[in-house]
T-cell receptor, first 114, second 114 residues
Framework: DQQVKQNSPSLSVQEGRISILNCDYT??????FLWYKKYPAEGPTFLIS?????DKNEDGRFTVFLNKSAKHLSLHIVPSQPGDSAVYFC?????????????FGTGTSLTVIP | ETGVTQTPRHLVMGMTNKKSLKCEQH?????MYWYKQSAKKPLELMFV???????ENNSVPSRFSPECPNSSHLFLHLHTLQPEDSALYLC?????????????FGNGTRLTVT
């Protein structure tokens, strides 16, 4: 059973607008959440993370929001740029309760239209 | 030099062949991972090594055999694979004792089994 879900396989946004990528999880033991970005023919690159003691973490144009009661996190990219076009994966872990494992979603392909 | 280096980048092998994937990390991490990425599926954890000791084996078939001679190197030995094993194989590393340490990925090996 998939513990981390990204229900939108794709998203298109105009350059300069906000991109919002969503992720849901089921395991209440998860306490560390991450977003990765992946270009074709490259491995995933770490983008931003948040621990469960926070509900928001910001790094430049990227902000991650965590709603623990809803078991939901989102990644906001403002303003979106064409170079942001990539596949975005969310991931979660609950070390040590879930072992040394990171659980990943299936990814959302973001296209930023110039 | 990138933090996590995987070789080869592409590999085509027959079902009776034996080959090995190599991963090297230069980040001073002590945990190393093999993940499998198939189309439309989340990243699947295959193996985890902490300080050279295997700590996770997610019911991976024995035709995949990992080896971790030291904290910087990880191998995945392949033999008598099936066409459904064709996928992107990703190596990653992290600090296992740091609760909030992200995974750092290599660029992967694209494996095709014919």
């Amino acid at each position: 059973d998939q513990q981390v879900k990204q229900n939108s396989p794709s998203l298109s946004v105009q350059e300069g607008r906000i991109s919002i990528l969503n992720c849901d999880y089921t395991n209440s033991m998860f306490d560390y959440f991450l977003w990765y970005k992946k270009y074709p023919a490259e491995g995933p690159t770490f983008l931003i993370s948040i621990s469960s003691i926070k509900d928001k973490n910001e790094d430049g144009r990227f902000t991650v929001f965590l709603n623990k009661s809803a078991k939901h996190l989102s990644l906001h990219i403002v303003p979106s740029q064409p170079g942001d076009s990539a596949v975005y994966f969310c991931a979660a872990s609950g070390h040590p309760n879930t072992g040394n494992q990171f659980y990943f979603g299936t990814g959302t392909s973001l296209t930023v239209i110039p | 030099e990138t933090g996590v280096t995987q070789t080869p980048r592409h590999l085509v092998m027959g079902m009776t062949n034996k080959k090995s994937l190599k991963c090297e990390q230069h980040l001073g991490h002590n945990a190393m991972y093999w993940y499998k990425q198939s189309a439309k599926k989340p990243l699947e954890l295959m193996f985890v090594y902490n300080f050279k000791e295997q700590t996770e084996n997610n019911s991976v078939p024995s035709r995949f055999s990992p080896e971790c001679p030291n904290s910087s190197h990880l191998f995945l030995h392949l033999h008598t694979l099936q066409p459904e094993d064709s996928a992107l194989y990703l190596c990653a590393s992290s600090h296992p004792r740091d609760r909030n340490s992200p995974l750092h990925f290599g660029n992967g090996t694209r494996l095709t089994v014919t």
